[in-house]
């Protein structure tokens, strides 16, 4: 498995967490968590000449603690 593979498979693992919460700040740190690893795979990839770029997903409005 390359480093890129697995940092999708934290992303992965990330986004379904974020799914079986209820706290919102917690749903929204676990998306901002997988958003990371995916520019993690990316950026891995990069090394090997692929270059696309991803935004983050719109998860909803940011509320403070």
Known sequence: ?????LFRQYA???LNGSSKVTDENEKRDLVDLAFTW???ALASE???GS???LSPPAVGP???P
């Open 46 to 48: 990069r090394v090997l």
């Open 62 to 64: 940011a509320t403070s």
């Open 1 to 5: 498995m390359s480093d890129a593979d």
């Open 12 to 14: 992965k693992e990330a």
């Open 38 to 40: 995916v520019q993690a």
């Open 51 to 53: 270059s696309i770029i």
